[in-house]
């Protein structure tokens, strides 16, 4: 069964507009959520998290995610793309509380940044 | 401050040569380290994980196996490389005894078996 499903494989969006990538998760306990982005060739950087608290997250580069339990989604947000945030944006979900602290990912969603 | 390294950056095997991935950790002790594999279009599928030194679970059978012999220390091996195990490897760890499940990556290895 899918944990983590992105919404779209790929999103194209035109400088200045607004990013909106969707994430939605299954867990059985309270889940902690990740935004991960990669640019090509390289490992994964953080770019936000929500573990417990505030439901609106804020991460690097002006983006923020909002947790909403009763949709189970933590989608992920921009006011205005930038050329720069061309790249791909995994979303991952914590499934269990055990020492491993394994992750679940997402398939992963290709930004496109048009001029 | 914490470093992660993976060698060798790139990588282009023939089918049925061996395969040894190595990842080391810097600054920290005693992490969870975990290797991961991304094919195209996939996301990212979890091989190996290990808690400690010796210790190593693996989530999918497959042709790949893992050790740790040294602390930070975690090593990715193939006996005999299939064109499936293409692909870009990363490896990532999180601090002893922080439980926000955050992990931080390794720059990959990007493996090429022709």
Not at chain 1, 27 to 42: A, E, G, I, K, T
Not at chain 1, 78 to 99: G, I, Q, W
Request: aromatic share 12%; proline share 5%; charged share 15%.
């Amino acid at each position: 069964a899918q944990s983590v499903t992105q919404l779209g494989s790929h999103v194209s969006v035109s400088e200045g507009a607004l990013v909106l990538l969707r994430c939605n998760y299954s867990s059985s306990v309270p889940p902690y959520l990740f935004w991960y982005v990669q640019y090509p060739n390289q490992g994964l950087q953080l770019l936000l998290k929500y573990t417990t608290g505030a439901t609106l997250v804020k991460g690097i580069n002006g983006f923020e995610a909002e947790f909403k339990k009763s949709e189970t989604s933590f989608h992920l947000t921009k006011p205005s793309a930038h050329m720069s945030d061309a790249a791909e944006y995994f979303c991952a979900v914590s499934l269990t509380r055990s020492n491993d602290y394994k992750l679940s990912f997402g398939a992963g969603t290709t930004v496109t940044v048009r001029a | 401050s914490q470093t992660i390294h993976q060698w060798p950056a790139t990588l282009v095997q023939p089918v049925g040569s061996p395969l040894s991935l190595e990842c080391t950790v810097e600054g920290t002790s005693n992490p969870n380290l975990y290797w991961y594999r991304q094919a195209a279009g996939r996301g990212l599928q979890l091989l190996f994980y290990s808690v400690g030194i010796g210790q190593i679970s693996s989530e999918v059978p497959q042709n790949l196996s893992a050790s740790r012999p040294q602390d930070r220390q975690f090593i990715l091996s193939s006996k005999k490389l299939l064109l499936s195990d293409s692909g870009f490897y990363l490896c990532a760890w999180i601090p002893y005894g922080v439980a926000s499940y955050e992990q931080y990556f390794g720059p990959g290895t990007r493996l090429t078996v022709t």
